[in-house]
């Protein structure tokens, strides 16, 4: 029953391209009930679980101020003037190969991560601009349309920049 319940939800996001990844922690816990799995476990998942700030899709990282914070949940939902990282992210594995969405997803979570954390940094000091984000985006959304199986090497790429930009 988990198992079916983990490939239903992979094939809604395969076909819908929305995340419902972000469904799947709650819904381990109903299923975990459902199935009679000890009570005991179910409630270590669920601690587990709510040790961490999570928001959507992604989580926010502990040791960001209370300002941070705010950037970074902007930078992964976006604004009215722009998509976030989320959306973008859902978008990118619409396009890519299916046999390559569980690297992807890895891929672009630690990628989302790391910019996100460093562009919610005050701007006197962050090493990552809007210019940079736009440009990213541009990138990667034209390799996805264009040339999806160039999207692994187009984020490894990008990743390469962003770390020779941190150290």
């Not at 890519?96 to 997803?105: I, Y």
């Not at 990213?136 to 990743?159: C, F, H, M, V, Y």
Request: glycine share 6%.
């Amino acid at each position: 029953m988990v198992v079916q319940f983990f490939i239903l939800i992979q094939n809604v996001y395969f076909l819908t391209g929305v995340s419902m990844r972000c469904y799947c922690a709650g819904m381990i816990l109903v299923l975990m009930t459902m199935v009679g799995i000890q009570s005991a476990k179910a409630g270590e998942a669920q601690a587990a679980y709510l040790d961490t700030d999570h928001t959507g899709c992604y989580t926010i990282p502990d040791h960001l101020s209370a300002e941070e914070k705010k950037w970074f949940k902007a930078f992964q939902e976006g604004n009215m003037l722009a998509a976030g990282w989320q959306q973008i992210s859902a978008d990118l594995l619409a396009s890519t190969p299916a046999e390559e969405h569980p690297a992807q997803v890895v891929a672009l979570e630690n990628l989302g991560l790391k910019i996100g954390q460093e562009w919610s940094r005050p701007n006197d000091i962050r090493k990552i601009d809007n210019s940079m984000l736009r440009k990213w985006g541009s990138l990667l959304k034209k390799t996805a349309r264009e040339n999806p199986q160039q999207l692994a090497s187009t984020i490894a790429s990008i990743d390469q920049q962003l770390d020779d930009l941190l150290d």
